[in-house]
């Protein structure tokens, strides 16, 4: 698999503030690869960086193997953009905005195979601004892909969505994914994180500070998982204490809380309920996710920030 971003000690500072702070990765053709942390962590400064938006001060940057502030021409017509914030003329439709982002490019996708994708067909003579907020997403994805880029920047894409539109968006990057296109997103949302990306680089205050796959890095903390259940009956909080792997365990009436690691410790933790013949209720388990690598390696948790 050959390399489709480099980046390799990149800086941007504003005064003072360094908003990016020698950030280095590789992102490899075919992959979503995601930058995700807090508002204010640098992403958006880093990903106009190479996108080639934002002049850096320091680093190197290759998109597609070359650099995007000197070969601004060539990254445009390979690469898709999907801002963090987009607008159009308040009074152009669907149709009109593909067609004119399309008459920009010397061999661009069928814009209207790509209103059927992305399910803008039944809009395509509707005004954008009264689309709904998860189908002017739709269409600002749309313009990203009309020039068939073989790498599409995506940023913040799903802030503000609901979550049926939240999912739509997602699948449809993973169709991107699917069909060859390297895909390189910001978000603040763990669980989209979770659910998209291949691998993945946390940033926080500018600097990289854990990068590869979800369940490498959430595998690498060695965080505890837990069980929550109620019990008909007193709790048998002496025989769950003693089940491998369980670390604790908190009784408040007929709540328990049971906290452990390793895999098998939940059959462990049923096991001793059966021997009891005792019904459990409401159960829920809760795994480590990528959250619990953030607070792990920040000491911290998610944060508003001045610098995006």
């Keep these: 698999m050959s390399t489709a971003i480099r980046c390799e000690g990149v800086v941007k500072h504003y005064g ?6 020698g950030v280095s990765f590789e992102v490899q053709r075919g ?53 963090q914030s987009s607008a159009l003329p308040s009074r152009i439709t669907v149709g009109e905005a593909l067609a004119l982002f399309a008459s920009f490019y010397e061999r661009p996708a069928d814009w209207r195979a790509l209103l059927t994708r992305l399910g803008l067909e039944e809009k395509r003579d509707t005004l954008v601004e009264k689309l709904s907020g998860g189908q002017r997403q ?3 994805v749309a313009l990203a892909l009309v020039n068939d880029p073989e790498v599409v920047f995506l ?26 296109t390297t895909v390189l997103l910001t978000t603040h949302f763990m669980e989209e994180a979770e659910r998209l990306c291949d691998r993945v680089a946390i940033v926080d205050h500018g600097t990289v500070v854990a990068l590869g796959t979800v369940d490498d890095l959430v595998a690498s903390i060695d965080a505890e998982s ?8 007193r709790p048998p909080v002496e025989q769950l204490q003693a089940v491998t792997g369980v670390t604790r365990v908190e009784a408040t009436g007929d709540r ?7 895999s098998r410790f939940p059959q462990g933790v049923l096991g001793v309920l059966a021997d009891q ?22 000491g911290h948790a998610m944060r508003e920030g001045v610098v995006s």
């Design 16 to 21: 003072p503030v360094r908003a990016v702070d």
């Design 31 to 83: 992959e979503i690869f995601g930058v995700i942390g807090p508002n204010g962590a640098g992403k958006t400064t880093l990903l106009e960086c190479l996108e080639g938006l934002r002049s850096r001060d320091g680093g190197v940057v290759e998109v597609l193997g070359v650099d995007p502030e000197r070969e601004v021409r060539e990254v445009r017509r390979r690469t898709g953009v999907q801002l």
């Design 277 to 298: 013949d005792l019904r459990m209720r409401d159960l829920r388990s809760d795994q480590p996710n990528l959250e619990d690598v953030f607070l792990t390696l920040t």
């Design 226 to 233: 837990r069980l929550t259940f109620s019990v008909d009956g």
């Design 256 to 262: 328990v809380v049971v906290h452990g690691n390793g």
């Design 155 to 180: 940023d913040e894409l799903t802030t503000g969505l609901d979550p049926q539109s939240r999912h739509a968006i997602w699948d449809l990057v993973r169709d991107l994914r699917d069909q060859g």
């Design 138 to 140: 739709r269409v600002f």
